[in-house]
Structure formats: structure tokens, C-alpha cells
């Protein structure tokens, strides 16, 4: 695995743990509030909702990077507003490729927090509520702690997931070594050289990478199961 060494593979795999490790936080930070509110309304805005937050699923995400190229590029929207406040465009930058993570990623964030929500029930925030204890305190006192297994999950899927996207990462940021090349693009880059070797190696890197990501997952699922029983 000596081509893992390589400067420009270096750089790849930093740019790629930055990229997943932001997205990761911030989803967190999103999708929390977008969980509890699924879990617990009986609103009938919820279905389209959470349609709308599964929809990347689905979706192919060069459609996703498409739209978000459009939309954030020097005619869209946000693009024209980014011009404005003098920020540029986001396309074919890091920080373009930062929203395309967070849109694409969403869906693994949100869903195994909804599920650790309704898994706990109503009974413990009743419970808080006879110890006269704010809304805010019980959410992080009771149900944040109750729920630390949906954050975990949560929180390595969405790692893991953006540190696969290949789809949108090309759409929206390119393959610009050293701004927004990250390890998916950059065997891309080496398919398309014809440089197996190094192909090869990165390739093996991410799949030991992925695997050891997973297995703690399976681990971890099969002991919920197990306490189910």
C-alpha cells in the first residue's frame, strides 16, 4: 500500500476525512431537530417531509448535482446571492461541495435519529414533565442519553456515506486536486489515466476502509436485536 503514500493520494484522503467529518457535525446539528419533529408530530405535512429528506435515496445523485450546479451556479438563486454578499460562486469549491454532502447525506442522519426517538416513547418526557423540568432540559437530559445509539449510528453512516459519494462530488465540485479532489474522484482520475496500479491500491484502501466501518454497525444491530428478544 505503498501508492497510499503517494503526496497526492495524501491530500485526497485529508480533503476527504475534512469533507466527511463537517458533514457529519452539521448533519448531526440539522437533522436532529427535522428527527424529533417527525417522530412526534401528527401533523399531515409530515409525509411529504419525510419524503422530501429520504428523497436522495432515490434520487441519482448526478440529478441532485445538477439541480444544486444550476442553483448555486453564477444564474441560479443562490449563486446570484453569493455574488452579491461577494462570496463568489460555490460550485467547483469545497464549500460546494460541503452542501451537496449535507443534501446527499441527509436521509442517514435523519432516519436512525427518528427511529431512536420513537424507539424511547412518550413515558420518559411525562415523567420529566411531573419533575417540572423545561422542554430543553428533558430533550438533553432524558432523550439525548436515551437516543445515544441513533447518534452513533447516525453519526458513522454519514461519515461513511460522504466518504463514498462519487455522483454529486463530481457535478457539483469537479476533480481539482488539492480544492475539491477527494479519494472517490481521485480513482476516477486513475481509471481514467489508465494508472490501474495506483487504481487498484486506493480502491483496496477505501474497501478495508468501508468494511471496518461497517462491522461495528452489524455488531451493534445484532446486540439491539438481541435485547429485543
Given amino acids: 500500500m505503498q501508492g497510499v503514500l503517494d503526496p497526492s493520494i495524501l491530500q485526497a484522503l485529508l480533503l476527504t476525512t475534512e469533507l466527511a467529518g463537517l458533514t457529519t457535525l452539521l448533519l448531526l446539528i440539522i437533522a436532529t431537530p427535522i428527527a424529533w419533529w417527525l417522530s412526534r408530530t401528527k401533523n399531515v405535512l409530515r409525509y411529504p417531509i419525510k419524503a422530501l429528506v429520504t428523497m436522495p435515496l432515490v434520487l441519482p445523485p448526478t440529478v441532485l448535482g445538477f439541480y444544486l450546479l444550476l442553483l448555486l451556479g453564477p444564474s441560479g438563486q443562490i449563486g446570484q446571492i453569493t455574488q452579491i454578499m461577494g462570496l463568489g460562486t460555490l460550485p467547483f469549491t469545497f464549500a460546494g461541495l460541503l452542501i451537496g454532502s449535507l443534501i ?14 420513537e424507539a424511547i416513547g412518550a413515558r420518559p418526557l411525562e415523567v420529566a414533565q411531573t419533575l417540572r423540568a423545561s422542554p430543553w432540559d428533558a430533550f438533553l437530559n432524558v432523550i439525548v442519553p436515551l437516543a ?21 462530488v463530481l457535478m457539483i465540485g469537479g476533480n481539482i486536486p488539492g480544492k475539491t479532489q477527494v479519494v472517490s474522484t481521485q480513482i476516477y482520475g486513475f481509471v481514467e489515466s489508465m494508472d490501474y496500479q495506483r487504481a487498484n491500491e486506493l480502491a483496496a484502501f477505501m474497501l478495508l476502509f468501508s468494511f471496518l466501518v461497517l462491522l461495528p454497525v452489524s455488531v451493534w444491530s445484532q446486540k439491539e436485536q438481541a435485547k429485543k428478544l
Wanted: with cysteine; net charge neutral.
Fill in 104 to 117: 446527499y447525506s441527509l436521509p442517514f442522519a435523519v432516519q436512525p435519529l427518528q427511529n431512536a426517538f
Fill in 148 to 168: 445515544k445509539p441513533g447518534f452513533y449510528m447516525a453519526s458513522i453512516l454519514c461519515f461513511a456515506h460522504t466518504v463514498g459519494e462519487f455522483g454529486i
